[in-house]
């Protein structure tokens, strides 16, 4: 089961650096939570529309080259996954980020996994 949450985060992440805004909300549950900068989440389709298409613009390439961690207590899985991202902004700025990914995930009644919460920057505290 742990390695069918990690294929949802890795399918949404290929759709998302693909530009593919459609199927990247398709991994997603109509009320999902997802934090585009730190400290500040949105909700709602057209939030997140605007936010993945932000970020789908820097034509981002995503690495988890230190793994990824799956906890999983019935229906509700966590993921955990350092990332980097390498990108262009659209005036040809090269952008380089990185971030802690921790993300919930709910089970669905087909038995895939739609992310339900999604901070990038959960190595980040609120002060």
């Keep these: 089961m742990e390695q069918n949450v990690i ?3 890795s399918r949404m992440t290929e759709a998302l650096q693909r530009g593919d805004i459609d199927a990247v909300l398709s991994h997603y549950v109509a009320d999902a939570v997802v934090a ?3 400290g500040a989440s ?3 389709e057209q939030h997140l529309r605007e936010g993945f ?3 789908a613009a820097l034509d981002p390439r995503f690495r988890y080259d230190h793994g990824h961690e799956v906890m999983i207590s019935g229906d509700t899985a966590v993921h955990i996954a350092p990332w ?3 990108g262009t902004a659209p005036d040809g700025t090269p952008v380089a980020q990185s971030g802690l990914s921790v993300a919930t995930l709910r089970r669905q009644a087909d038995d ?3 992310i339900a919460l999604d ?3 959960g190595a980040r505290l609120i002060p």
């Design 7 to 9: 294929d949802t985060v």
């Design 36 to 38: 585009f900068e730190p």
């Design 42 to 44: 949105v909700r709602g």
């Design 53 to 55: 298409a932000a970020f």
């Design 84 to 86: 980097t991202m390498t």
């Design 112 to 114: 895939s996994w739609k």
């Design 119 to 121: 901070n990038p920057f």
